[in-house]
């Protein structure tokens, strides 16, 4: 029954999916490419309630989503403390290049630290460290914890520095070996989470180093990680095999690409993202290969818009694709250069290639509501990228601006003048030198949304009640049988709030700046 069940869906969602190759080859047969304002998705049959439907999806061959949503590899969108709080809401934040490798590679070991499960390498000092220096490393890596181990010269432990340790310390000169805890509880490397969670709740220590048989440290559970992962409060989040959650950094092409991904993959780094405005190029290309023979990391490339682009790069050995050139709020590319494809069209072509070689794609920018997020994935994308929907939350980089007694926070493009004219990362991802620039991005400000918790909540609010009237009951299920209409001008006029004064407004709907 189950099975006759399943062969019925499955030839239903393949009839669909030829109603939407249909759909598709109408328009373009006719020369023409539609973006979001330009298609709904059409209702169907649904016996799916939207809080019961499953929204787990993939943002490349091996890195997992529980919400199909990516923060932007922007300045003014995605730092250590957006990638924290994106990770803990079930997505996944990009790190941008305007950092040094240096400095990237930090904010990578800022959301890598933020939570874990077993950590594999924890941070030690010898034991003639002061604690001082030790103090100094803390703030310059902008770590919140405060346990570090502390070693022999032949790197055996021989002690524990907690924040009670650093607290009672009135002199920072003393070293480590005067101030540290003697008395640590130690573990076996093969022991477990549950395991350590009773040791440490049985000893009332805040954290169990493990050593191997030569008492060199081989690894650590701290006691506030271990009992939110056991207690279920971070099933939500998105956290890889150790517990830890995930984050990717975007990096360029050749040295650039060669230097920060050596320096990302010991910070544990999930995936890369090459990132350029055109990702279908010689050196994309060829950095891609060289990556995927040296490391084990996935690596995403973009941006592309069409169809051969992304075969080429799939073939190149491409675990995942961003597509979208020109689409974005802040981007000028498509009126300096004249390029580019209308976003849903330039997700459907493309995805519908990848899907070929099972790379997924991501969406990347041009999203302006909630409604946008099902139409992307109806399209194809297994995820969307968010730099303008994100940018004015609590978690974003971007300074605070006063305007007319409203709060705003800067946004801009990372091909903006601004954005270019100080960073070598965003020229580079335009292809352009020092001088005689050519912009091809905005700089400007978008309203404070409040806190990026309560952001998130109204977009997978929407994405659920889409996949609800679709009658998908995962982010496959829409992929497969999404069906679009072409609107009009009048439709779209339709579609927004019209002949009202609105009096209220409401956390998921604002008029368009
Ligand atoms: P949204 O619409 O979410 O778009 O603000 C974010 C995406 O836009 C891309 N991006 C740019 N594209 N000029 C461009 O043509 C720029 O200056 C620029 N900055 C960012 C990028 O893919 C991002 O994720």
């Known amino acids: 029954m189950t099975q006759l069940k399943s062969l019925l869906t499955k030839s239903i969602k393949q009839k669909l999916t030829v109603k939407q190759d249909s759909f598709f080859k109408k328009i373009s047969d006719q020369g023409i490419a539609l973006t979001y304002d330009d298609v709904r998705l059409t209702t169907g049959y649904s016996a799916v309630l939207p809080d019961s439907i499953n929204i787990e999806s993939k943002f490349s061959k091996n890195v997992g989503l529980k919400i199909p949503i990516a923060s932007a590899a922007m300045d003014t969108v995605t730092e250590a403390e957006m990638a924290i ?132 440290v081989a690894g650590l559970y701290t006691f506030s990680d271990v009992k939110r992962i056991l207690s279920g409060d971070s099933k939500s989040f998105n956290v890889d095999k150790n517990g830890r959650l995930r984050v990717a950094a975007a990096v360029g092409v050749y040295d650039d690409a060669f230097e920060r991904v050596e320096s990302l993959v010991a910070e544990k780094i999930d995936l890369v993202i090459i990132d350029t405005a055109h990702g279908d190029s010689k050196g994309v290309m060829e950095t891609l290969k060289v990556l995927k023979k040296r490391y084990e990391v996935d690596v995403v490339v973009g941006n592309i818009s069409e169809p051969e682009s992304a075969e080429r790069l799939c073939r190149a050995g491409a675990d995942g694709l961003k597509i979208g050139q020109g689409p974005g709020s802040i981007c000028t590319t498509r009126i300096i250069a004249g390029i580019g494809k209308p976003q849903v069209s330039a997700i459907y072509e493309c995805a519908k290639v990848a899907s070929k070689f099972g790379v997924p794609v991501c969406a990347d920018g041009g999203l302006k509501y909630s409604g946008d997020i099902p139409i992307a994935i109806g399209a194809g994308a297994h995820s969307v990228m968010m730099g303008n929907m994100l940018a004015g939350t609590k978690e974003s980089p971007g300074e605070f601006r006063f305007h007319q007694g409203v709060q705003y926070k800067v946004y801009r493009g990372m091909g903006s003048l601004g954005a270019m004219e100080r960073y070598k990362g965003s020229r580079e991802r335009y292809n352009q030198g020092k001088n005689d620039l050519v912009p091809e991005g905005m700089e400007g400000m978008v309203p404070y949304k409040g806190p990026l918790k309560e952001v998130i909540c109204q977009y997978i609010g929407g994405l659920r009640r889409g996949m609800g009237y679709v009658g998908a009951e995962n982010i496959e299920d829409l992929r497969a049988i999404a069906q679009f209409v072409r609107i009009t001008e009048a439709g779209k006029a339709e579609s927004h709030p019209h002949d009202i004064v609105i009096t209220r407004e409401a956390p998921n709907y604002r008029e368009r700046v």
């Open 85 to 216: 709080e994106i990770a803990k809401l079930g997505g996944i934040g990009v790190i941008h290049k305007n950092f040094s490798p240096q400095e990237q590679a930090a904010q990578v070991a800022k959301v890598k630290y933020h939570l874990n499960g077993l950590i594999e390498k924890p941070i030690c000092f010898d034991e003639n460290v002061s604690i001082g220096e030790i103090l100094a490393y803390r703030k310059e890596k902008e770590f919140s914890f405060h346990s570090f181990l502390i070693t022999d010269k032949n790197y055996r432990l021989v002690g524990i520095l907690t924040k009670n340790d650093f607290d009672f310390c009135e002199d920072f000169s003393l070293k480590a070996k005067q101030v540290m805890t003697k008395s640590v509880i130690t573990g076996n490397p093969s022991i477990g989470l549950r395991e350590a969670y009773r040791v440490m709740k049985e000893s009332k220590k805040k954290a169990i180093p493990l050593v191997d048989k030569d008492g060199k």
